[in-house]
């Protein structure tokens, strides 16, 4: 990892001074939801979102089931936060299960619902474990699906990026080539599946500069309050998850509060060495919970606006 010489000073700062003390309050963060099965989940979900929207996030992204399973669910939430939000909401997209016609159908729908911004995704296999087959009429990947999208108006493009590489690949090189890829196809920026070391984001960092990489970066942040269900997902992405976090949730099962208050200790605590390397763009994975996620944006010095302020800007 090379630092400038003003991070070098940050990091300075932050060993020196209270770990979050006068933070500047330039961070800028997104958040990511997904749509809700129950009456019960969705009452939570929206909750979430007003609580977070005074934070001001860029945009706010709402994810998509494997194989299309939650497509009028997705469109749904989403539709519904561009319509009664100030938020600006970008919809997940993936290349699983569908005709390169249907994928256009849905994505000109988003267009049509005011949706600028897709976070275009190979997607996962609708069975677990599964390898990921193209459709035969459909994108064959991530990289063919911005181009697509491009086609058809000019949205703003989030990809996925892995810091730890991605299950499929080969390699590290291939992950990266492959990230080329879809940057060159018309992406804005990549976002990083979460991860929970902060030496894996900056070793990646400078991987993908040294590969041509210059789009914005932008770690992927997971508060955990559950191991095991982060277990789960991160055998799903090959992310690791190292064995200092297990033990330090042992004995939390049934004290949620506390689990809590640990849960954004440690995330806040990789955010701001995140925040001595330079990075200032978090996007965080809220599982449409908000304490975890508010509370380390307040760490990073960033304070919610009122309506009127909000309007103000």
């Known amino acids: 990892m090379t630092l400038s010489v003003s991070q070098l000073e940050e990091a300075r700062r932050a060993l020196d001074a209270p770990l979050f003390a006068d933070l500047a309050g330039d961070a800028q963060v ?115 699906l911005v181009a697509g999208l491009k086609k058809l108006h000019p949205f703003e493009i989030s990809v996925a990026a892995y810091p730890e590489c991605h299950p499929d690949s080969t390699d590290v090189q291939a992950d990266l080539d492959n990230l080329k890829r879809k940057i060159d196809a018309g992406a804005t920026r990549a976002i990083t ?42 055998g799903m992405c090959g992310a690791a998850i190292p064995a200092w976090m297990d033990r330090l949730f042992e004995g939390l099962d049934d004290h949620p509060g506390a689990r809590q208050l640990v849960a954004a200790t440690v995330a806040a605590e990789m955010c701001r060495k995140l925040y001595a390397g330079g990075v200032r763009e978090f996007h965080f994975y809220t599982l449409n919970r908000a304490e975890l996620s508010f509370a380390i944006c307040h760490l990073l010095g960033l304070r919610a606006k009122s309506a009127a302020q909000s309007a103000a800007a």
């Open 193 to 234: 599946q979460f991860f929970f070391a902060p030496e894996a984001f900056f070793r990646f960092r400078d991987a993908a500069a040294a590969a041509g990489i210059t789009a914005e970066l932008v770690p992927g942040i997971l508060p955990v309050s559950n191991v095991a269900q982060t277990r789960k997902f991160a």
């Open 30 to 144: 997104s958040f990511e939801f997904f749509p809700p099965k129950t009456e019960k989940m969705e009452a939570t979900l929206w909750q979430s979102i007003e609580a977070l929207a005074p934070l001001g996030p860029r945009f706010v992204s709402v994810t998509y089931g494997a194989g299309g399973s939650t497509r009028e669910r997705t469109h749904a939430t989403v539709a519904r936060i561009q319509r009664e939000t100030p938020l600006a909401a970008a919809a997940h997209l993936t290349c699983v299960e569908a005709t390169r016609e249907e994928i256009d159908a849905v994505a000109e729908e988003y267009w049509a619902a005011g949706v600028r911004h897709i976070v275009a995704l190979r997607g996962d296999p609708p069975s677990e474990g599964a390898r990921f087959v193209p459709h035969p009429g459909g994108y064959e990947n991530a990289a063919a």
